[in-house]
C-alpha cells in the first residue's frame, strides 16, 4: 500500500474537532494560480490566501469562516488592457446534516441562506476559495483610461442618429429653436 501525500486543500470531514477550532492557512504554488485564473477564465492571479477556521456547530453541523485575498488580473471589457483588481472579503459556509436540495417539482423557492451546502466528504477548500474569488471579480473590469467611442450607421444620404439625439429633452431643444427661428408676424 501506497501513501500519497496529503493534500491541504482537502479536508476530512471524519478527521474535523469537534471541540476546538479546526484552522486552514491554504498556500497555493504557481502552478494552481495559473490553473484558477485558467477557470475563472482571467488574464491571471498575482497573489492569493485563503485561511480561517472549520468550527463544530451543534452535533453534527460545521461552519466554515474565512478571509479570502487576492490580487487578480482581467481584461478590460473596453480597451482588453489588463486591470489589477485587489479584492478581499469574508466567507462564510455552513455544511448541514439535514440539508435537502431534492428537486420534484419544476418551480424551486430559492434558499433563505444561500450559504448552506450538505455535509460532504470532503470539504475541498481550494473549490471554496475558487467560488468565492469568481463571485468576488469585477463583472465589467474597465481600464482607468478606456472610453466607449460613439458608433453612427445609417443609410447613405440619410443623417446618422447619435447618442444625444436619443435624449428625451432632443426634442424639445429641436422645438425650441424651431420656434425662435419662426417669424412672430406670420
Not at 52 to 65: A, C, P, Q
Not at 111 to 122: A, F, Q
Not at 155 to 174: S, V, Y
Request: charged content about 35%; hydrophobic content about 40%.
Amino acid at each position: 500500500m501506497t501513501n500519497l501525500p496529503h493534500d491541504p486543500s482537502q479536508v476530512r470531514v471524519a478527521d474535523l474537532s469537534a471541540r476546538r477550532d479546526n484552522r486552514f492557512d491554504l498556500s497555493l504554488d504557481s502552478d494552481d494560480l495559473i490553473e484558477i485564473a485558467r477557470v475563472l477564465g482571467i488574464v491571471g492571479v498575482k497573489k492569493i490566501f485563503f485561511k480561517g477556521t472549520i468550527l463544530s456547530e451543534g452535533k453534527r453541523d460545521w461552519r466554515l469562516k474565512a478571509d479570502l485575498g487576492a490580487t487578480v488580473v482581467q481584461s478590460c471589457v473596453i480597451s482588453l488592457a489588463p486591470v489589477t483588481t485587489r479584492i478581499d472579503t469574508r466567507i462564510e459556509r455552513r455544511f448541514v446534516a439535514d440539508f435537502s436540495d431534492d428537486v420534484q417539482d419544476e418551480e424551486v423557492e430559492m434558499p433563505d441562506d444561500d450559504n448552506v451546502e450538505g455535509i460532504p466528504d470532503i470539504i475541498d477548500l481550494k473549490q471554496v476559495m475558487t467560488e468565492s474569488l469568481a463571485l468576488g471579480l469585477p463583472d465589467y473590469p474597465r481600464a482607468p483610461d478606456a472610453e466607449l467611442g460613439e458608433s453612427a450607421f445609417t443609410a447613405p444620404g440619410q443623417e446618422p442618429l447619435r447618442d444625444k439625439d436619443l435624449n428625451p429633452f432632443a426634442g424639445l431643444a429641436g422645438l425650441k429653436k424651431k420656434l425662435e427661428n419662426e417669424d412672430p408676424e406670420s
